[in-house]
């Protein structure tokens, strides 16, 4: 799950991934970190009880669990929170019954209302001439996507990865497809857990560079929806100066 705080702070309570939207700030939680905190976020507002964060936190993974290991950890998920929003007050204590996530924080699901969250930091991690090309290759990428969703004409099958299934609008050779594969799963392996649960269209556009230039691909990841077989909404995976090995 995908959530906006504060206006500001996307929170991915499967991985762990925080980030500000308006800066290059951002955060990874250990898994006891984001468990503790994802608990907490999805109970905005009501005190989560000590002994039922030690029980689902520790105890049922197996391990030995303190109220003062508890205590550690939300003071570590404090000051992260106070670096990435400055608000103390995040996280109440409520003296020996729990702790809850601020009702006076602002909390939404934000899966369902934007699925770029990568796109966030896009422009901002590139020089001029790179966002020229961006938009450029935006493009092109968006003019394959809706191809997607209304023909498949013109694209082209290359391979699969889990239940995705990698698609262009070119031809491209095998060294160069083994290639992108190979580097989107080292920039995205949250991706590979996705394809090997859901069903979906990987849709790239490549460019390949010059004499003394790097490749660069956008990738689109588009969900398709079981009961009909249509892509439902599609999220970018943009990497710049990609070097072919």
């Not at 925080?18 to 976020?41: A, G, P, Y």
């Not at 099958?157 to 050779?173: E, H, M, P, R, V």
């Not at 160069?176 to 849709?203: D, F, G, H, M, W």
């Not at 249509?230 to 070097?243: E, R």
Request: aromatic content about 8%; glycine content about 4%; overall charge positive.
């Amino acid at each position: 799950m995908i959530y906006l705080i504060e206006d500001k702070m996307i929170y991915n309570s499967d991985s762990g991934d925080i980030f500000i939207t308006d800066s290059e700030i951002s955060e990874k939680l250990t898994r006891t970190e984001n468990h503790i905190f994802s608990l907490l976020v999805e109970s905005h507002g009501k005190v989560v009880g000590r002994d039922y964060l030690l029980e689902n936190v520790w105890e049922r993974r197996g391990l030995s669990s303190s109220g003062a290991s508890l205590n550690q950890y939300i003071s570590i998920l404090r000051k992260k929170l106070i670096k990435l929003v400055n608000n103390k007050e995040m996280i109440i204590t409520y003296p020996k019954e729990g702790f809850s996530l601020s009702q006076n924080a602002h909390v939404e699901n934000y899966t369902e209302k934007n699925h770029s969250l990568s796109s966030f930091k896009l422009v901002k991690r590139a020089s001029l001439a790179s966002a020229i090309m961006i938009i450029v290759l935006f493009t092109i990428l968006i003019s394959c996507v809706i191809r997607l969703s209304s023909t498949q004409k013109t694209m082209f099958a290359q391979d699969n990865i889990g239940k995705c299934q990698l698609i262009s609008n070119t031809i491209i050779s095998k060294k160069v497809k083994e290639s992108i594969i190979n580097s989107i799963e080292k920039t995205n392996p949250n991706l590979q857990k996705e394809c090997r649960n859901y069903p979906a269209k990987l849709v790239f556009h490549y460019q390949e560079g010059g004499n003394n230039e790097k490749d660069m691909f956008f990738v689109s990841y588009c969900p398709v929806d079981a009961s009909n077989d249509k892509v439902s909404y599609c999220k970018s995976i943009y990497s710049n100066k990609w070097s072919r090995k």
